[in-house]
């Protein structure tokens, strides 16, 4: 049954792509997040279905979907050159098989970025991209929130839809994704127009924030409570009523503290935090962190996707001395940053390239926020633009531990920067033609 549903979920998504080639899109990105290949155990299970999506959508977009495209500017040139940047480092790269493994997927999310604000112009399309985004997602947090409401939990043991390591299934990534969806989902119940601003979808939009909440408690990943500090702390600044925040998260705190939280799983893994320098995990990453920008001065080219494999590091005993793998014997930690994932694997230029891209994206959503905070007809879209600000910090101060630097959920934000950018100056030409004047 649940391989049927899976299966035709997909069959409509696509087939409403003849009609509206953004539909088609939709699906991919269902695809991307949900992965209902492995969910299923017969009809889909397997299948290409990243690749089938990819081509439907921009063969539909091609042939029936092609007003009114986007000005290229330097934010997808930066999306496009760090593509075939990465090809060049993946050539290079001394583990080839392990490289083009990597550069199989991350090239498609790469691509995909490019084509975002191509196919998803206008305020309803832009919209249903943030809602299937965050129900796609939402699939995947309700079952690990449900199950840390009902009492289960834990570091590397929160069973989640789908198997393996990667993407929503690895817990530190999960938590950082679940407090990224936070601001987009405060952004749909101010501004939704796809949904009725009622009560019940109020509801339904809470619900999602708590389940988000109570599956970053359930990971018990460090990651998760420096995601939600920093989430907490940019609403504060934003926010016009900033006593009520510091009373808050002033009680919060009290509460916190006197608590006994020490004999729970989360309690426990939150302790870690203050003796990182006897955690042979955290050491570990800091031990990778000083030999990447070591590799780097040697080779500021960098060494291809998994350039981590040549460190060797097999890990840190409690007394503060690296362990490593014997000679010959391919193997190393993980860089467990975007920083140092992206730094170790793409050399200088392709740090500055991902540093700029990212860059440019706050700077115009800052201009962005500012343009539009006072137009009653357009408040979405300052309303949008702050959510994805806070998005992305959130995103890059989780992302400082964990290595996700590839994975669709940035690039997402920075393919919406330019899709609202685009529609607000379209918005703009189209106001300038109905006084007459000249459009620069």
Not at 9 to 29: E, N, P, R, Y
Not at 147 to 159: E, F, N, P, R, V
Not at 381 to 399: D, Q
């Amino acid at each position: 049954m649940q391989s049927l549903f899976l299966s035709a979920v997909f069959a409509v998504l696509m087939f409403a792509g003849f009609s509206a080639a953004f539909a088609a899109a939709l699906g991919f990105v269902w695809v991307d997040i949900v992965r209902p290949q492995q969910l299923a155990y017969s009809i889909i299970n397997d299948q290409p279905l990243s690749f089938i999506a990819a081509v439907a959508t921009l063969g539909l977009f091609l042939l029936r979907d092609k007003k009114s495209p986007p000005k290229f500017g330097p934010i997808l040139l930066l999306i496009v050159l760090f593509c075939l940047w990465v090809t060049f480092t993946t050539l290079i790269s001394d583990f080839p098989t392990q490289a083009w493994g990597k550069w199989d997927w991350a090239s498609k999310v790469l691509i995909f970025a490019v084509l975002i604000p191509y196919i998803f112009r206008s305020r309803i399309q832009i919209e249903a991209f943030i809602l299937v985004f965050v129900f796609s997602a939402s699939t995947i947090l309700f079952s690990a929130g449900l199950k840390t409401i009902l009492g289960g939990g834990g570091y590397g043991t929160l069973a989640v839809m789908g198997t393996g390591n990667t993407g929503l299934s690895e817990s530190s990534t999960l938590a950082v994704v679940c407090v990224m969806l936070i601001p987009l989902v405060m952004f749909l119940m101010r501004h939704t127009v796809i949904f009725p601003r009622n009560l019940l979808t109020r509801g339904l939009f809470l619900a999602i924030i708590v389940m988000a909440l109570a599956a970053v408690v359930g990971t018990t990943a460090r990651t998760g409570i420096i995601a939600v500090a920093v989430m907490c702390l940019l609403s504060m600044l934003q926010s016009k009523k900033k006593l009520w925040w510091i009373a808050g998260l002033a009680l919060a705190a009290v509460v916190i503290l006197n608590l006994d939280l020490s004999a729970t799983r989360w309690g426990n893994r939150m302790s870690t935090i203050e003796t990182y320098n006897a955690d042979s995990s955290a050491m570990g990453r800091i031990k990778v962190w000083q030999w990447t920008i070591e590799f780097v001065g040697k080779h500021p080219l960098g060494g291809g996707f998994d350039a981590y494999l040549h460190n060797r590091i097999l890990g840190v005993t409690s007394d503060g001395e690296t362990q490593y793998l014997p000679e010959g014997q391919v193997g190393g930690k993980a860089f467990h940053s975007i920083y140092f994932e992206v730094l170790g694997e793409q050399g200088i230029v392709g740090f500055s390239m991902y540093a700029l891209m990212v860059g440019l994206a706050m700077f115009k959503l800052i201009r962005l926020k500012r343009a539009w905070k006072n137009d009653a007809g357009m408040a979405w879209i300052s309303g949008l633009a702050n959510a994805l600000m806070t998005s992305i910090v959130v995103f890059l101060a989780g992302g400082s531990f964990v290595g996700i630097a590839y994975q669709p959920y940035i690039f997402y934000m920075l393919s919406l920067t330019v899709a609202i950018d685009q529609y607000a100056r379209r918005v703009v030409q189209d106001q300038l033609k109905v006084k007459g004047r000249a459009i620069p």
